[in-house]
């Protein structure tokens, strides 16, 4: 039973705990996925560019996913928590995610409202299935091979959608990346009230809160880098994705990374 229980710990051990900390590096790799994914596929492929060939979104797509594939499976087969491979795993969530809402809402001409309501469905399908593969959608279930790739998927189809609802509010809506941002850090504002003053389920609130956090940093990361014709700051995609980079291994190198007690 003690060999039994040792193993278990070792399993939750791969996730930090959902901490503040978590929360301010979690929005910090959500604006460098937005950063990053642009850098390759608008700077580097010229997908915003009159030289375009259209293919920029789904190369960048095939690019970021083979990195987001091998991150989980390193990720699954680690045998304690590694806060760098677990952030870089996230961040390659949020990077392939970019690309991936900007192929569905742009290069195949569905739009942002389109997008977002495919990518919605792919993110409630991704949890109904897991709920009945596993019985529970709950983060602390999250403590074997077949549950951390449900969890995955679902995180890399939620920032997907996070991306597409950033910019269907930012640029639809004409409400601007700032103005953007503060409707869904309001939001995100709102979530954590409801977690500390109710008693509303946590693994929504969870789950809603995670998804908020991907286009509040997908409007930071477009404040950005897009021109300031559009609202942005026009700065290089290439130095705000190193800043922010920096930021946040400087973060995981001086807030406490710990291990979670259990899996969430």
């Known amino acids: 039973m003690r060999t039994l229980n040792s193993n278990l710990n070792t399993i939750v051990s791969k996730v930090p705990q959902v901490m503040l900390a978590f929360w301010v590096v979690k929005i910090l790799a959500t604006t460098l996925g937005e950063t990053g994914g642009d850098a390759v596929t608008m700077s580097w492929f010229g997908e915003t560019t009159p030289e375009a060939k259209g293919t920029g979104y789904l190369v960048g797509t095939g690019i970021f996913g083979v990195i ?20 870089l795993t996230i961040v390659a969530t949020t990077t392939v995610g970019t690309t991936l809402a900007d192929y569905c809402t742009r290069s195949l001409g569905i739009g942002y409202t389109g997008g977002s309501t495919m990518l919605l469905i792919c993110v409630i399908a991704s949890l109904l299935i897991w709920r009945w593969s596993t019985g529970s959608i709950s983060i602390e279930t999250v403590s074997t091979p077949k549950v951390e790739i449900f969890y995955w998927v679902t995180i890399m189809f939620s920032q997907t959608l996070g991306t597409a609802l950033g910019d269907w509010v930012a640029d639809t809506n004409e409400m601007g990346y700032l103005g953007a941002a503060a409707v869904f850090g309001g939001l995100l504002l709102l979530t954590a009230l409801l977690y500390y003053l109710t008693s509303f389920s946590r693994v929504i609130l969870f789950w809603a809160a995670f998804i908020l956090t ?4 997908a409007t930071l990361g477009d404040f950005l880098d897009k021109p300031i014709s559009e ?21 995981i190198l001086i807030l406490p990374q710990k291990p979670a007690s259990k899996a969430h």
């Open 214 to 217: 991907r286009p509040l940093g």
């Open 231 to 251: 609202g942005g700051l026009a700065l290089s995609r290439y130095s705000a994705s190193l800043a922010l980079l920096v930021v946040i291994v400087a973060l």
């Open 68 to 87: 987001f594939i091998v991150a989980v499976l390193v990720q699954i087969r680690a045998k304690k928590f590694h806060p760098f491979l677990y952030w």
